[in-house]
């Protein structure tokens, strides 16, 4: 299985602080049944054009594989292999950023898009519209489970109804007061990839194999073997 949202990354935004929490955060990955990680530090246009965040992400890139590259082969070995993408809060006007497509998961055209946390109005519709149009990025829409007590039935069907790649977190199902509506999304196809959106290895560790075990008892093992499926095959569109 691939996670595909995680704040792995070191001193670079709100997640793994130094370059051994990064690591430990991998190990804690690999032993949730994990992969390959993506590493999708926030970005915030507010906060710094593409191209700074681009260059800040590579620097905390380099100081992760250099921590990597200076373990022992056994334990550099054990490590899930990672990928480069980000987290792009939406903003008005976002489909007309210069340098946008930079910020999709390595080599896809794939944009991790986490969606206003007000009423989604026809402004953010509209965008959205635009990035798949003029744009040609396909938008991933980030943990779907942090809105859906906020927005109107309507706004939540239009999503469904562009039929974007949906995230939901690996959180929605551990927690007992979120995991009858969090298992109604994957029956229903409304959610479609689990993620465990990791920032550290206390409160909000890595942790979709925990997910993944309440999916199976559940919903049976064909529904979890179809997550993990369906997070690999993600990475392979073009």
Partial sequence: MTDLHTHILPAVDDGARDVQTSIAMLT???AQGVD???????????????QEF??????????????????????REALPPVTLGAEVLWMPYLSRVEGLEKLCYEGTRL??????????????????????????????????????????????DELRRMGLPTQISA?????????AWALAQIKSGAADLLISDCHNTTDRKPNTGDALEVIGKKLGEDAAQMLREKSDRLLKRK
């Fill in 54 to 75: 681009l260059a800040r992400r590579q620097r905390s890139f380099d100081a992760l594989r250099s921590a990597i590259d200076a373990l022992p082969a056994a334990e």
């Fill in 171 to 179: 959180e929605a199902f551990t927690v007992r007061r979120t995991r």
């Fill in 36 to 50: 390959a990680v993506a590493l999708t530090p926030h970005f915030y246009l507010d906060h710094r054009t593409p």
């Fill in 28 to 30: 804690a990955a690999k």
């Fill in 111 to 156: 944009l991790l898009l986490e969606p206003p946390f007000g009423k989604w109005g026809s402004d953010w519709f509209r965008d959205l519209n635009d990035i798949i149009d003029m744009r040609g990025l396909i938008p991933v829409i980030a943990h779907i489970d942090r809105y859906a007590g906020a927005q109107s039935r309507g706004a939540m």
